[in-house]
């Protein structure tokens, strides 16, 4: 699936799937002029950015992130404080 493919719906659950060398090139990167990309892995390890910063990407050195492949995003559990 990619981006032009999603609903509104879709925007909170999908992200976009990165490989680390992809995820090495947007560490430090702003997608626009006052956000910069957040990679995280998902419970699978696998890279993922938001959805959100593939629709907002205006960096012209970056666009590539548009046509990135979507998958739902899985997070990791969260530890117990306890």
Known sequence: ???SDITNED????VGLLTLEQKELLQGQWYSSDSYYNAITDIDNNWVISTEEMIYTTNEDTLWVKDLNL???RPKP?????
């Open 11 to 14: 925007i909170t659950t999908l």
């Open 1 to 3: 699936m990619k981006l």
């Open 78 to 82: 969260t530890p117990s404080p306890f």
């Open 71 to 73: 998958v739902e995003y």
